[in-house]
């Protein structure tokens, strides 16, 4: 009741007028957004039902952004394969603990929250709000399991004192943030990770290493390899408006540095691929035959690193 009261309180300047929820909005990381955009329009419901909560006009659209359909089909297809692969890793392992970092609002959280799993999403204050609002909104069994925790990854402390409400081995999902923080917060943030692997056990998944040679492969599989550098400089030029700064895109590609910056950490990594089984793709209704063997080539391919304390 208290959380109800709280939550209603904080979310009321969200929807009680469209300039005071501009103005909340503004807040929240764009990249949030934009992220269930492009879910959204690979055709995964729980995204859509999000945007539609959320009630916002999409940033981007054929009339903002030249070359937008290659780059939507593009985002599209590279999200949902983070999505649904780093789901299937939980599956298969049958983690009982999810720890999303970074994720926004997740329907990915909504999908594992409803099968029984604890989910905890570490977001931004802002974030965090409209999360557990969506969560009552649209939320099942996951109103029980799926809570946003406000804290900074380079906070030890925040950290770790959400990851102590877990019982038991914690798989942390982090998929598109490590490209984007700065040296000295990125390094914070793989500390405070190992400190949590290391006193509950279990592992952290992502495919941020050498992204860009991963995003450029999905690109290759839609549109061809001449095509794919384009398309990463397009997207990177797009991901750049949203954040208002230059994105440092050299960090961390190169597979032997990104493993020794991780030993340095204490922390070890195995390369494994994105899919055990030929995964059953929301987007695939949206291509071709050839693209769809293409994509299916791709996901076995080893772009998914699952990471452990040493
Ligand atoms: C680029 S998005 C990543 C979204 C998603 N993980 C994906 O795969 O696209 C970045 C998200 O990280 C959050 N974020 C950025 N910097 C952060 C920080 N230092 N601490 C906690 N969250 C942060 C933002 O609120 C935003 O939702």
Request: glycine letters at 4%; a negative charge; hydrophobic letters at 45%.
């Given at each position: 009741m208290k959380k109800f009261f709280v939550t209603f309180a904080l979310i009321a300047a969200v929807v009680l007028t469209s300039t005071a929820r501009a103005a909340e909005f503004e807040m929240v990381e764009y990249s949030a957004q934009v992220k269930l955009q492009w879910l959204s329009a690979a055709g995964i419901p729980e995204a859509q039902k999000f945007l539609k909560l959320i009630d916002r006009p999409v940033f981007f659209h054929a009339d903002n952004l030249a070359d937008f359909e290659r780059i939507q089909l593009t985002n599209s297809l590279y999200q949902e394969l983070n999505f649904t692969a780093a789901m299937d890793y939980v599956r298969e392992k049958n983690y009982?603990?999810?720890?999303?970092?970074?994720?926004?609002?997740?329907p990915r959280a909504m999908i594992l929250g409803d099968e029984g799993r604890r989910v905890i999403v570490g977001e931004l204050n802002t974030v965090c709000l409209l999360g557990d609002w969506c969560v009552d909104e649209f939320g099942k069994t996951s109103k029980q399991t799926v809570s946003y925790d406000a804290f900074w990854l380079q906070d030890a402390v925040g950290m770790m004192e959400s990851a102590n409400k877990f019982d038991g081995e914690i798989c942390i999902i982090e998929q598109g943030v490590s490209i984007y923080l700065a040296d000295d917060i990125r390094s914070q943030m793989f500390d405070n990770i190992h400190s949590v692997l290391k006193k509950h056990g279990g592992c952290l998944i992502t495919s941020d290493f050498c992204q860009k040679k991963y995003f450029t492969d999905v690109a290759t599989a839609l549109y061809g390899a001449e095509a794919a550098p384009t398309l990463y400089a397009e997207t990177k030029a797009m991901y750049e408006k949203v954040y208002g700064d230059k994105i440092?895109?050299?960090?961390?590609?190169d597979e032997q540095e990104a493993i020794e910056y991780l030993r340095a950490h204490g922390l070890r990594a195995e390369k494994i691929p994105l899919f055990r089984t030929l995964p059953k793709l929301y987007i695939n209704s949206k291509l071709t035959p050839e693209q769809i063997q293409r994509v299916n080539e791709l996901s076995?391919?080893?772009?998914l690193w699952v990471i452990t304390a040493i």
């Amino acid at each position: 009741m208290k959380k109800f009261f709280v939550t209603f309180a904080l979310i009321a300047a969200v929807v009680l007028t469209s300039t005071a929820r501009a103005a909340e909005f503004e807040m929240v990381e764009y990249s949030a957004q934009v992220k269930l955009q492009w879910l959204s329009a690979a055709g995964i419901p729980e995204a859509q039902k999000f945007l539609k909560l959320i009630d916002r006009p999409v940033f981007f659209h054929a009339d903002n952004l030249a070359d937008f359909e290659r780059i939507q089909l593009t985002n599209s297809l590279y999200q949902e394969l983070n999505f649904t692969a780093a789901m299937d890793y939980v599956r298969e392992k049958n983690y009982r603990n999810v720890f999303d970092l970074a994720c926004s609002l997740s329907p990915r959280a909504m999908i594992l929250g409803d099968e029984g799993r604890r989910v905890i999403v570490g977001e931004l204050n802002t974030v965090c709000l409209l999360g557990d609002w969506c969560v009552d909104e649209f939320g099942k069994t996951s109103k029980q399991t799926v809570s946003y925790d406000a804290f900074w990854l380079q906070d030890a402390v925040g950290m770790m004192e959400s990851a102590n409400k877990f019982d038991g081995e914690i798989c942390i999902i982090e998929q598109g943030v490590s490209i984007y923080l700065a040296d000295d917060i990125r390094s914070q943030m793989f500390d405070n990770i190992h400190s949590v692997l290391k006193k509950h056990g279990g592992c952290l998944i992502t495919s941020d290493f050498c992204q860009k040679k991963y995003f450029t492969d999905v690109a290759t599989a839609l549109y061809g390899a001449e095509a794919a550098p384009t398309l990463y400089a397009e997207t990177k030029a797009m991901y750049e408006k949203v954040y208002g700064d230059k994105i440092a895109d050299d960090a961390l590609q190169d597979e032997q540095e990104a493993i020794e910056y991780l030993r340095a950490h204490g922390l070890r990594a195995e390369k494994i691929p994105l899919f055990r089984t030929l995964p059953k793709l929301y987007i695939n209704s949206k291509l071709t035959p050839e693209q769809i063997q293409r994509v299916n080539e791709l996901s076995v391919r080893t772009y998914l690193w699952v990471i452990t304390a040493i």
